[in-house]
């Protein structure tokens, strides 16, 4: 174990795994695992434990609010930044309240991704 | 669908661009759809449910996607996966920030992405299309909109 906490990342898009990827290698992450779809989250969810999940909403099988329920009960310490096209307040308020500890909007910039990673990181490293 | 509805769509297309890329879309005048077909090379379909109902579709062409998936990932190097996969983002993103407007009985699909000129893309006959002109760094693309 390298000391790095272990980052999975959910998206039905190739395009946005990829730029996540990208901008999320500059922190101290190791990269265990990338799901297209809420089933395939689970599923690597389970077999990777990661400290911290980017999840979509909107993706085929499951959505990611339910995805994020399954787990918060499988994991209650995991900490998830939702990343969705869905930016109303009332998702965003939704999606705390089910669990998640941030929340970044699509279209996002670099700047906004990374800075709502490293607060994320923040919390896990303060043991919030 | 009221023409007033409409801008909700352009602000969130033009707010797509201009965030993803620093460049602002020209948008041209809305004009309904008749039968001619407005398809280019590659288009992203998504489904409306909910409150409303209806379809919303953006289509462009592989180089304004390849430019645009360009951008995006910092590289030349773009494949027609990565431009298939663009438009379908494109259009659940632009879909998903009218939530902000419509609210959250405004539900959407995941993206169906047509690649290749199709003959046109079918909408529901009994709902009006409207069709949104939009120019990115001189290239041409059209989101059309198709709500009850």
């Known amino acids: ?27 101290n992450v190791e990269l265990v695992a990338m799901a297209a779809d809420g089933k395939e989250a689970l599923e690597k969810f389970k077999e990777t434990s990661p400290q911290i999940v980017t999840l979509d909403i909107t993706m085929p099988e499951m959505d990611g609010l339910t995805v994020l329920e399954e787990m ?35 279209p996002f910039t670099e700047e906004k991704l990374k800075e709502s990673f490293q607060n994320l990181l923040n919390q896990l490293k303060s043991g919030e | 669908m009221k023409e007033t ?60 996607l390849q430019t645009l998936a360009g951008i995006i990932l910092g590289t030349k190097e773009v494949g027609s996966p990565e431009i298939k996969d663009l438009i379908g983002e494109v259009a659940n993103t632009i879909s998903g920030n009218v939530r902000q407007a419509f609210g959250t009985d405004f539900m959407i699909s995941v993206p169906v992405v047509v690649e290749g000129k199709a003959k046109d893309i079918k909408t529901p006959d009994d709902i009006q299309s409207f069709v949104i002109p939009l ?11 198709c709500l009850e």
Do not use: C
């Not at chain 2, 769509?9 to 965030?19: C, G, L, P």
């Not at chain 2, 077909?37 to 180089?63: D, M």
């Open chain 1, 1 to 27: 174990m390298s000391g790095k906490f272990k980052l999975m990342i959910v998206d039905d898009s190739t395009i946005i795994r990829k730029v996540i990827e990208k901008n999320l290698a500059i922190f």
């Open chain 1, 72 to 106: 918060i009960n499988i994991d209650p310490k995991v900490k998830v930044m939702v990343v969705t096209a869905l930016s109303d307040k009332a998702t965003g308020l939704k999606a705390i309240k089910l669990g998640a500890k941030s929340f970044v909007g699509k």
């Open chain 2, 5 to 64: 509805d409409l801008h909700f769509f352009i602000d969130s297309t033009v707010n797509y661009f201009e965030e993803i890329t620093g460049y602002k879309p020209i948008t041209g005048i809305p004009y309904l759809k008749g039968a001619e077909p407005v398809v280019l090379e590659y288009t992203g379909i998504i489904g409306i449910s909910g409150k409303r109902k209806g379809s919303i579709y953006i289509t462009a062409s592989g180089e304004m």
């Open chain 2, 135 to 145: 120019t990115w760094q001189d290239h041409k693309s059209f989101l059309i909109v």
